[in-house]
């Protein structure tokens, strides 16, 4: 063969790859995926004493919490009362006692002007209230190297294999249930086997590989920053002192930047290092490897654009310098399931609570048939690819809830490799009590502005069959 012959081939463009992969693992719920959902996930499951073997590409857990960057535990209320507990809650608990977590206290939770000025900029509020000001309510903003040490530390005392580096690939099915997957690693490919599988990878991509409907969504893209040498206190004296200056230049900035939210930088435990949620970037698609590599170029030209008219132009500003640019794109919305039943805006708008309800969000609830696939046994899904469409998605996809589902998949997989019952088959109420035994909030006892829902589920779940 010729040098221009072996170019050509393979005439149809594709390379077949037969690699045979050594199981490396075998337990009884493999986790996919070590962001919030996931590592909720494996922890629950293995607090019930399932053998938890839990995969993760990168090298630390956290997802977009920790290498997204993503430095805000959104509101966790529904008025006065907290509603993501859990490992949520334990997770903020821990972080706090390292001083890396920060969140207002009870007295400081409330409507007016004062608690604005003193915890706005921790991103604390209610961030679709009208009101001016926004109420503060309980939220926390915490440090992304707190996050992974807290999960490395939850996760060796809850007797969890875990696995990084190890980027999964593909699902291995036969007969319409899963029975573990595979994942590229740097000593080749390599299998692990369980009972059931929870896909936590946040874009599906497990359930999407074993076959499971799905719809194929899309939001903006961010590429979170954090800026040190940030005089805080005399950038917020500019704001309240000469608030018609400051609007002026915030505007500026944010045109800059190329798209934000009302608070561009917030405050983090470290001090005078703030964490930058933008710039919002559209017309990208989270899975494309094109695209993810012309966002994180664009994301950082944006990033020092901004960089230097801050310098230039915002008072505490001057001396600032950028400290990290996230490790991880910050991809809200990719793939999402269309599971046994899919939220609607108009659930998570009036709370519809369900028969089935095993995961809340603030004041919204997560039916157990939103992380049921169709047409693959062994398989659930948590967190922000959950069955919902993309409307729905966009309002439901913080990190508590993602937390909470994933404690609820976890409880799940336990109980039917408790009982050797399909996952279809564990009853929602169980589910609800066990997370309830964990100290977390199923939302199994719906609140009193909850729309609750008798009707009729359009599968059966809890039925053993
Ligand atoms: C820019 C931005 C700002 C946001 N702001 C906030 C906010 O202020 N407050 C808030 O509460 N929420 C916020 N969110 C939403 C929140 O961060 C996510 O919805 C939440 O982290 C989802 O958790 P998850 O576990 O479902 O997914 P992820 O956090 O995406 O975690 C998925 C995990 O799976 C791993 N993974 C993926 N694919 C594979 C694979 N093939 N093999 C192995 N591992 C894999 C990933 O590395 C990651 O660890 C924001 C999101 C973004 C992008």
Not at 439 to 465: C, H, I, K, T, Y
Request: hydrophobic share 40%.
């Amino acid at each position: 063969m010729t040098a221009p012959d072996r170019l050509q081939a393979p005439l149809d463009n594709r390379v077949e790859n037969r690699s045979t992969a050594p199981v490396v693992s075998r337990c009884d719920v493999v986790v996919v995926g070590g962001g919030p959902s996931g590592f909720s996930a494996a922890v629950a499951a293995s607090r019930l004493g399932a053998k938890v073997t839990l995969i993760e590409r990168y090298p630390y857990l956290g997802g977009l919490a920790s290498g997204g960057m993503v430095l805000v535990l959104d509101d966790m209320t529904n008025g006065e009362e907290i509603t993501c507990t859990g490992i949520c809650m334990e997770m903020i608990e821990r972080m706090a006692r390292l001083d890396l977590c920060v969140y207002p206290p009870a007295a400081e939770r409330r409507q007016d002007w004062q608690a604005w000025s003193k915890w706005a900029r921790w991103g604390v509020f209610d961030f679709r209230s009208q009101m001016k000001p926004p109420p503060i309510v309980f939220a926390a903003a915490f440090d992304p190297d707190g996050w992974k040490r807290v999960s490395n530390d939850m996760v060796e005392e809850a007797g969890i294999e875990l696995r990084l580096h190890s980027w999964f690939s593909r699902a291995i099915v036969a007969d319409g249930r899963i029975a573990g997957v595979v994942c590229e690693t740097k000593a080749g490919p390599q299998a692990v086997l369980g009972t059931v599988v929870i896909d936590a990878t946040g874009d599906l991509d497990v359930a999407a590989s074993a076959g499971a409907p799905f719809v194929h969504g899309s939001y903006i893209i961010t590429t979170v920053f954090r800026l040190g040498g940030v005089d805080t206190e005399e950038a917020e004296r500019f704001r309240f002192e000469e608030p018609e200056r400051f609007h002026e230049l915030d505007r500026q900035a944010k045109r800059v930047i190329g798209g934000a939210w009302d608070q561009w930088w917030l405050k983090t435990p470290l001090p005078g290092v703030v964490w930058c949620n933008c710039p919002h970037m559209a017309g990208f698609d989270g899975i494309k490897v094109e695209d993810l590599t012309r966002a994180d170029f664009e994301g950082r030209k944006r990033i020092y654009a901004l960089l230097d008219f801050a310098r230039r132009n915002l008072p505490g500003f001057a001396g600032c310098y950028v400290v990290d640019v996230a490790p991880q794109l910050g991809i809200r919305q990719t793939r999402l399931l269309e599971g046994e039943y899919v939220v609607t805006k108009e659930d998570v708008m009036q709370r519809v609570h369900f028969p089935d309800t095993v995961a809340r969000g603030r004041d919204y609830y997560t039916p157990y048939r939103a992380m049921l696939p169709r047409g693959v046994d062994g398989l659930i899904v948590a967190g922000r690819h959950y069955s919902a469409t993309e409307q729905a998605q966009k309002i439901s996809r913080e990190i508590p809830p993602c937390m909470s589902m994933g404690q609820a998949a976890g409880v799940a997989a336990a109980i039917a490799i408790d009982r050797g019952i399909a996952l279809r088959d564990v009853e929602p109420k169980l589910i609800c009590a066990k997370v309830r035994a964990q100290g977390g909030d199923p939302g199994d006892r719906p609140s009193a502005n909850a729309r609750v829902l008798e009707a009729q589920m359009g599968v059966q779940v809890g039925v053993q069959a």
